[in-house]
């Protein structure tokens, strides 16, 4: 009989401390605590947070690289500014994966449960939660549905694009329509629901309202 010492042990992943400054940063800018065209600087941010410039560095390029920062020589880091363009060609990015993703699993609806359990969290958000905190409810949900239909190249792309998606939905926070979790969780509810009525077309439909039907409100046209 094997002892509980001979067992295997699942191991629990450490943090990093570069990826705890990274978390801590983007929540702030997700939170508007860091403005979108705010340049970082450094020495103010390392003393705030109790950390080395060197790691404050290491977690900048983390987010530079995932879009969530941009960077350039001489000029620092600082939080992007989308324009209307920018933000049309990463909600067409998401139209193709997420509306790839809901066609797969609306006839896969064995594999729902998932996207189900993280719709039930959004339902128990407190209205009056960060936004930061709502945006990655939010985004469980979304990355919920590409992960369900067990394509890890779906996922590696949807993961890809996430940190700009999240940007693109700053303006969300001052709007009159989205400004707040439960304004949203309607629209949410529907693309479950079209994506549990086993209707590919009308899953893919879904995405796409999703997606496209606050675009205006969020980027109005010039």
Known sequence: MTSAADRPRNRIRRISLTES???ELSTQILNGE??????????????????????????MAQLSSRGLLQHEMNRGFWVPVLTREDAKDIFELRELIEGEAARRLARNLDRIDPVLDALRKMERLDPDVGWGEYLEVHFDLHRAIVAATGSPRLLRHFEMLSAEAWVSLLPSRQSERYGSPHAQ????????DAIRSGDETRAVEAVRTHLWGGFDDLYPAD
């Open 185 to 192: 969780l309607a629209g949410h509810q529907a693309l479950v």
């Open 34 to 59: 860091i403005a979108p065209g705010a340049n970082l600087r450094e020495v103010e941010l390392s003393q705030d947070l109790g950390v080395s410039r060197q790691s404050l560095r290491a977690a």
């Open 21 to 23: 400054i990274a978390q």
